[in-house]
């Protein structure tokens, strides 16, 4: 007995699952042609339930946001050792969050202060993070020290008793209660919010702020990428300012560090920043466009409850609930017109 | 203004946890001169409260229980492009779990017939994989078809209502429910049950046997291992056969796949493995020695209550909940006597 066991229906993720469609055609045209042997009655196959992905893909236009240039940050690491250039983007958040931070982010970038520093930290199963690894490079002035209290949005119904987050699909299945507070999306971004608060939360791709011991929260100077599994014990407790959009595998794949925390050994291991810098800093033609499914659309909706509970071909058992960081928000490319 | 941003208390690992005590000491006992510089009556510190790495550090001896070498898997790779040998342990899931696969498993091992295979797939936040790329290679004879019925544990209590998973610390903070079932610790490994049935979970570092679409649940001649966030949609839908337990990051930090499912272009693009052995077919003198934190002891219910409700030093606001991902089991060498 032989089984071909590459599980060529091992998908999970947004992308793959649009990358897959041909693939499931050609076996739901084999399913039909085989149905149609053995019992003509069913030749007609039901439609194939939709991946998660698929639903992404078929949502209109009018689901999709566009990402100004201005909240983009691109930041370009040296050429691989076969001088392949890596570059990622990251999405930075919008107001409310994490404001002080953004400025100052903007600040270090509009100065190109990163330029020449480097990717000093890569621990397994957690962080990947960059910027000045002597500790002793200037940096410019005018930037603010922003308070812990800023790691959440305070108060952010104005006094009033909040709304829930907005449910998608069944409330039970994609509200996720398991950290103190209930896990949701506002605006494109997962969150978690309480009777009083909003806050980001520690997803795969999250980018935030190192700091030091508290009441220092960072300048944003040093920033990290989130590359294993949520480490959601940070939500609160470390400023988030946005997310990998594109090109994360340039971090993510990164030799791991030998010292503690997964720092680098040596400054050979280091990766260098070539730049940095905000992408309507570049010239028009040179900045990268990206869109988001709105997670207020009903495509969102029907996605994240397809998440939670996949019926796809592959699925034998849907799982009845997810994560927040299980749902990823579908990010893409936009064409050039 | 001037911060130290590298976040030298960003930890969240066990490993890192460990590592880091010394430095803590020192910052511990510089807030103490400063106390006691300010205010005398203050000069001594309380205790400061033990991180996760600390209390399973502290755990005694008896609280650790030994994995037999004949349930350790050792997957040498090929040495990497600077001749540095890449082995990465995976400790095999004990009975009830999955047995139909590990005998496969285990055959396939004893005859060898891993070696000169490779790893054909890394996709990011997902899974890396490996097995034969040519899909042509004869599987050894006596290999079992198991069936879908054994990604679960059925019936585990034996027609009694199962009694719930043992809590470790409160209740409401460490047993997950967000997917369907309560989450929790079996005998070592993240698990999750309903009244009838136990399964084992999808978190970072757990090994599966890859599959085509049902009813095939693959022979276990195809392996992947998580590298992402924990794709916990895959529960009860493919089998679970260990985890890694040394040497992820030599899968976690390959390059990514071009191709759909993270597959590679190319045969050159992919990473050989030089051998995979159960590690009591080695010499003695050569076989690795591991041990983990008992989970249904004392020790281990401390360490997931911390783990759920950081409040050692850098921690502002404990999380007051964990997912079962982000408790994992501690598991260290046993150095040599």
Sequence with gaps: ?????RPNRLVGLSQADWAWQTSRMK???LAAAIASLVSPVHAQEPAPIPSPGEIAAAAPASDWVAVAPSDLIVMDLAPDAKGQARRVVIQLMPAPFSQ???????????????????????????VAQWGDATE?????????????????????????????????????????????GTGGFHRGWPVAADGRDLWPVHCYGMVGVGRNMSPDTGSGAELYAVIGHAPRHLDRNIALVGRVISGIEYLSSLPRGSEALGL??????????????????????????????????????????????????????????????????????????
């Design 1 to 5: 007995m032989h089984w071909n066991a």
């Design 27 to 29: 076996h739901l045209l």
């Design 100 to 126: 002080g931070w953004l400025g100052n982010i903007r600040k270090l970038a509009a100065a190109h202060w990163w330029d020449g520093t480097s990717v000093n930290r890569v621990q397994d199963n957690y």
């Design 136 to 180: 002793k490079k200037p940096l410019p002035t005018g930037l603010a020290a922003v308070p812990e209290s800023e790691y959440v949005v305070r108060n952010w119904c104005g006094g009033h008793i909040c709304p829930p987050l907005r449910p998608v699909g069944t409330p039970e299945n994609v509200l996720e209660k398991v950290y103190g």
């Design 264 to 337: 680098y050994k040596t400054e050979a291991e280091r990766t260098p920043i070539a730049s940095i810098r905000i992408a309507s800093e570049l010239p028009a033609a040179e900045q990268p466009r990206f869109e988001y499914l709105s997670t207020e659309s009903a495509s969102f909706a029907r996605y994240a409850d397809a998440r939670a509970n996949r019926r796809d071909p592959f699925f034998i058992k849907p799982a009845g609930g997810a994560d927040i960081c299980n749902i990823p928000v579908p990010v893409r490319p936009v064409a050039a017109k």
